[in-house]
């Protein structure tokens, strides 16, 4: 059975290593154990761990919100209004 380390699903999925570590210290994502292979400490990954992976991934929700974000999600909250319309005025 082939076994891949956390960087190298790391990049298969298209993230960075750090993000994938810091999303399994944080708990979001399901992961191996950790075993230890030429004396370190290293998540070895199967192909059944990587689909689990990519299933929870959609999943997580970004812990950053930027001023736009929270703007649209205030919005949401909100009926939209429909603008008056009004002539423009003529200046003289």
Same mark, same amino acid.
């Given at each position: 059975m082939n076994r891949l380390?956390?960087?190298?699903?790391?990049? +298969?999925?298209?993230?960075?290593?750090?993000s994938l570590s810091r999303y399994i210290l944080a708990?979001?994502?399901?992961?191996?154990?950790?075993e230890m292979a030429?004396?370190?400490r290293m998540r070895l990954w199967t !192909?059944?761990?990587i !689909?689990?992976?990519? !299933?929870a991934l959609p999943k997580i929700a970004n812990g950053r919100k930027t001023r736009?974000?929270?703007l649209r999600e205030k919005q949401k909250?909100?009926?939209?209004?429909?603008? +008056?319309?009004?002539?423009p005025t003529k200046k003289k």
């Open positions: 380390s956390t960087q190298q699903v790391a990049k +298969k999925l298209g993230l960075s290593n750090a708990g979001k994502v399901p992961a191996p154990p950790e030429g004396g370190m !192909e059944s761990d !689909e689990r992976l990519r !299933e736009y974000q929270k909250g909100t009926e939209k209004q429909p603008k +008056k319309k009004t002539k």
